[in-house]
C-alpha cells in the first residue's frame, strides 16, 4: 500500500508501520493508544485526481479506493457499499425554517446502516491477513454489518450483542449466518467479552475503536458528502455519536480531503446523544474528562456508556470549531416522525438523532436558518420497528364497513 505512511498514535503520536496485527500503540499499551492511518498525499494524488473520481462510474465507497488502506488487487465483497444519496429535502427544511438542509440517507446502504462502510474494509483486510473468521460486539448495526459482509465474503463472523438489541438486528444476524452471542448485560459487559474471546481463539477484530482501519471505511460518507456538493464543503456536518468511531471518520474524511488539496475548507461538525446516555456530551459541554453514564436510551446504536473512542470524537468536535448537544428520546421519536412525514426519509432512533440535535442548535441559534447543513442518517427505521410505532402510534383500525371508517375518519384527514 503505497498510499499508506502508517500508523500514529493520538496520545504520544509514535508512528509505526502498518503492519498485520498491529493496532493499537505498543508504547501506550493498555492506556490507550488509539491509533490513526496516515498517508502519502502526494502519491493519492498521483494516483487518481478529483476530476477523475467525478467522472468514475464505480458507485461505492471504492471510488476512493486510494485513500484507502487496503490494497488494489485485493478480493472484495459484491455488495454495493456507500454512494448513499444526499437529499435536499424541502420539506423538511421548510418544517426547520432552513434554506440550505441536506440529508445523507445511510440507511440505504446493504444492512441499512453506516457501519457498513467499516464492515467491508474489516472483510477484504481479514483476507489480506488470512484470517478465516471476524468478531466484533456491537448493540447491533456493526453487527449485522460484519456479519452481512462477512457471509459476501465467505469468511465465518462471531458477534457479541447486549441482550437489548432489537429483533429487528438479530434476525439480520442469524440470516446472515453469523454465530450470535446475546450477552446478558450492558454493552461495557459485551465488548469486554469479545475482546477476551478475540485474544483467545485469534479472530480478526472488527471492533472499530480498537482498529484503525475501520475508521477509513467510516470516512468515506464525508467524501461522498464533498463530491456530491461539487467539492463545496458545507458549513455543519450534524450526526449521532455513540462509540465515538462514525464522528471521528466524519472528520478524517474531511481532513484527508483537505490535506490533499481536494477542498478548500473544513466544516464544522456536531455530534449529538440522547440524555439518557450521553457521557461525550457531557464531557464536551463541561469541558473535563468523561465518565461513564447509564445507558437508558431508545437509541440502541448510540447507547454507549462506556464508550470506546473518546478522544477522537471529541478532538473532531473541537478541532472543526463545532459543538455537541443531548436530546431528550421524546425528541427522537419527533425527528422520527417529522423526518418521515416530511421527506419520506424513515430512520432508526439512532439514526435521526442528529436531526433531532439540529432542531435544538437552531432554536439556540448556534446554526444558522441559512447555513449550508448535512445532516447524516445513520440507519434505517426498519432495524427497530417497535420504536418507530412509538414514534407514530397504531393504525386506525376499522370492521369492513364503509359506515364505520367515515366515523373513524371524522377529522383524521
Known amino acids: 500500500m503505497k498510499n499508506v505512511l502508517g500508523l500514529r498514535c493520538i496520545e504520544c503520536k509514535k508512528e509505526v508501520p502498518a503492519e498485520a496485527g498491529t493496532y493499537t500503540c505498543p508504547s501506550c499499551g493498555s492506556k490507550g493508544g488509539i491509533m490513526d492511518v496516515i498517508y502519502d498525499y502526494q502519491e493519492i494524488n498521483r494516483l487518481t485526481t478529483r476530476e477523475q473520481v467525478t467522472k468514475s462510474r464505480d458507485n461505492s465507497m471504492f471510488r476512493y479506493l486510494p485513500f484507502l488502506p487496503i490494497r488494489p488487487e485485493s478480493a472484495r465483497p459484491h455488495l454495493r457499499v456507500g454512494w448513499s444519496p444526499l437529499y435536499k429535502p424541502l420539506g423538511l427544511a421548510k418544517s426547520l425554517g432552513m434554506s440550505n438542509l441536506y440529508i445523507k440517507d445511510d440507511g440505504q446502504n446493504p444492512t441499512a446502516s453506516l ?3 467499516a464492515s467491508i474494509i474489516a472483510v477484504i483486510r481479514a483476507v489480506e491477513e488470512k484470517a478465516p473468521t471476524v468478531a466484533a460486539s456491537s448493540t447491533g448495526n456493526a453487527a449485522s454489518s460484519l456479519a452481512g459482509s462477512a457471509a459476501a465474503m465467505g469468511l465465518k463472523s462471531v458477534i457479541f450483542v447486549p441482550s437489548r438489541a432489537p429483533q429487528g438486528k438479530i434476525a439480520q444476524l442469524l440470516i446472515f449466518g453469523a454465530t450470535v452471542i446475546s450477552v446478558q448485560g450492558s454493552y461495557e459487559d459485551t465488548f469486554r467479552l469479545s475482546a477476551e474471546a478475540i485474544e483467545r481463539f485469534g479472530w480478526y477484530n472488527r471492533n472499530a475503536a480498537i482498529n484503525p482501519y475501520l475508521v477509513e471505511g467510516k470516512k468515506t460518507v ?3 458528502i ?3 456538493l461539487n467539492w463545496e464543503v458545507p458549513d455543519w456536518v450534524i450526526l449521532s455519536v455513540g462509540d465515538g468511531c462514525t464522528i471521528a471518520g466524519v472528520w478524517k474524511g474531511f481532513k484527508d480531503l483537505y490535506q490533499a488539496g481536494w477542498i478548500d475548507r473544513l466544516p464544522k461538525i456536531a455530534g449529538v446523544q440522547s440524555t439518557g446516555c450521553c ?3 457531557d464531557a464536551f459541554v463541561e469541558d473535563r474528562p468523561w465518565t461513564p453514564k447509564e445507558e437508558k436510551t431508545i437509541a440502541d446504536s448510540i447507547a454507549v456508556g462506556v464508550p470506546r473512542n473518546p478522544d477522537k470524537a471529541l478532538n473532531a468536535v473541537r478541532e472543526s470549531g463545532g459543538t455537541m448537544v443531548a ?3 421524546e425528541a427522537i421519536l419527533e ?4 423526518l ?3 421527506s419520506g426519509i424513515f430512520g432508526e432512533p439512532a439514526g435521526v438523532t442528529g436531526t433531532a440535535g439540529l432542531k435544538v442548535l437552531l432554536e439556540k441559534g448556534v446554526i444558522g436558518a441559512d447555513e449550508k447543513v448535512v445532516s447524516i442518517v445513520t440507519g434505517n427505521g426498519l432495524k427497530d420497528v417497535q420504536n418507530a410505532i412509538k414514534a407514530v402510534g397504531e393504525p386506525i383500525k ?3 364497513s364503509l359506515q364505520e371508517l367515515l366515523v373513524k375518519l371524522e377529522g383524521k384527514i
Open 222 to 224: 464525508a467524501l461522498e
Open 327 to 329: 436530546v431528550s428520546d
Open 115 to 117: 457501519k457498513d462502510r
Open 335 to 338: 425527528a422520527m416522525r417529522e
Open 398 to 400: 376499522v370492521e369492513p
Open 340 to 342: 418521515g412525514r416530511t
Open 226 to 228: 464533498a463530491e456530491q
Open 279 to 281: 457521557p461525550l456530551v
